[in-house]
């Protein structure tokens, strides 16, 4: 076999391993990229539509906006999302494709003063309150008096 033989095998041999490399690196990655928190299907939890909220009418910085999403463990842009719908909704406009969840949070909120709904939010964040759902009446965070 001559030299010219030889290199054009362990060329071969090279690329072949690159690529079971990459196969290897796609598999151990899950795919997802780095830093994503959240699936776009995944469902969102009662306590951060809460916060959303409270980042909106309090008229949130983009410092606290990003602190708020990292500790719930949402992505920046979901955050945002939300807290626009929020928006939306505070101004009594119409809001498509808004879920129960969301508009049980506000119909829940809506009427809480500022100060009010920043307890309820410091609450969950200290992790004072139990999960809770839409429908959990047993877990409602009530109103301070």
Do not use: C
């Amino acid at each position: 076999m001559s030299f010219a033989d030889e290199l054009k095998v362990e060329k071969a041999k090279m690329l072949a391993q690159k690529e079971e490399e990459k196969k290897r690196t796609k598999k151990s990655s899950g795919g997802g990229k780095k830093g994503v928190t959240r699936s776009r299907n995944s469902v969102w939890k009662f306590e951060d539509e809460v916060i959303a909220m409270y980042l909106e009418l309090s008229g949130g910085s983009k410092f606290l906006t990003e602190n708020y999403s990292r500790k719930r463990q949402v992505s920046l842009r979901a955050m945002q999302t939300r807290m626009a719908i929020f928006g939306d909704l505070h101004k009594s406009k119409k809001v498509k494709d808004l879920d129960e969840q969301t508009q049980s949070v506000y119909d829940k909120y809506k009427d809480f003063e500022l100060p009010e709904l920043q307890k309820v939010v410091i609450s969950i964040l200290r992790g004072e309150n139990q999960p809770m759902t839409a429908t959990d009446d047993s877990a409602v965070i009530r109103k301070p008096e």
